[in-house]
T-cell receptor, first 115, second 112 residues
Framework: DAGVIQSPRHEVTEMGQEVTLRCKLI?????LFWYRQTMMRGLELLIY????????DSGMPEDRFSAKMPNASFSTLKIQPSEPRDSAVYFC?????????????FGPGTRLTVL | DAKTTQPPSMDCAEGRAANLPCNHS???????VYWYRQIHSQGPQYIIH???NNETNEMASLIITEDRKSSTLILPHATLRDTAVYYC?????????????FGKGTHLIIQP
């Protein structure tokens, strides 16, 4: 299996532009997590889906952020409009729930820079 | 999730055992101890987890004290590639809001 796939790996955009980050889950997994990592705040959970249903979005910073799962294997995280403070590395992770360990498998991340 | 306390950084010589401590004095009876690590510029990686018994896999060993208030992750023969930030997390696996709550972790530096 190729693991969790994220695209793009790097994104540079200007303030006010729309940004869409993409994530493909590991085949057979049914839980999807979006995290954000910055130097100041570390790794933070943004939103979590189970079987395509959003379970907890309390970590989503504000209405500019939205996440969807159009199908069981794919997710998008959209920021509109983007702001410089959104600059961070965004990770998605997938897991099988319930599963023997409930371990989460992380993708390589998308480094977002908003100028 | 219960909170954990880890030293911010540690050094270890290559080839020696690296012992990373974690305090979780408020852990609940149904919470497991999980360890993840994050190598620079990569996503976090699962290492091992346990409830109350000691556990071992191909990556590491996990020693949990009898009162479960602390644990130690052991990398038996550390290599330069083990340089990473190691996160100790306590959680109930599965169900509800199952995201991971990451603290600051321990930055382990393996010295040649």
């Amino acid at each position: 299996d190729a693991g969790v796939i994220q695209s793009p790996r790097h994104e540079v955009t200007e303030m006010g532009q729309e940004v869409t980050l993409r994530c493909k889950l590991i085949s057979g997994h049914n839980s999807l997590f979006w995290y954000r990592q910055t130097m100041m705040r570390g790794l933070e959970l943004l939103i979590y889906f189970n079987n395509n249903v959003p379970i907890d979005d309390s970590g989503m910073p504000e209405d500019r952020f939205s996440a969807k799962m159009p199908n069981a294997s794919f997710s998008t995280l959209k920021i509109q409009p983007s702001e410089p403070r959104d600059s961070a590395v965004y990770f998605c992770a997938s897991s099988l729930d319930p599963g023997p360990y409930n371990e989460q498998f992380f993708g390589p991340g998308t480094r977002l820079t908003v100028l | 999730d219960a909170k954990t306390t880890q030293p911010p950084s540690m050094d270890c010589a290559e080839g020696r055992a690296a012992n990373l401590p974690c305090n979780h004095s408020t852990i609940s009876g149904n919470e497991y101890v999980y360890w993840y690590r994050q190598i620079h510029s990569q996503g976090p990686q699962y290492i091992i987890h346990g409830l109350k018994n000691n556990e071992t896999n191909e990556m590491a060993s996990l020693i949990i004290t009898e009162d479960r208030k602390s644990s130690t992750l052991i990398l038996p023969h550390a290599t330069l590639r083990d340089t990473a930030v190691y996160y100790c997390i306590v959680r109930v696996p599965g169900g509800g809001a199952d995201g991971l709550t990451f603290g600051k972790g321990t930055h382990l530096i393996i010295q040649p």
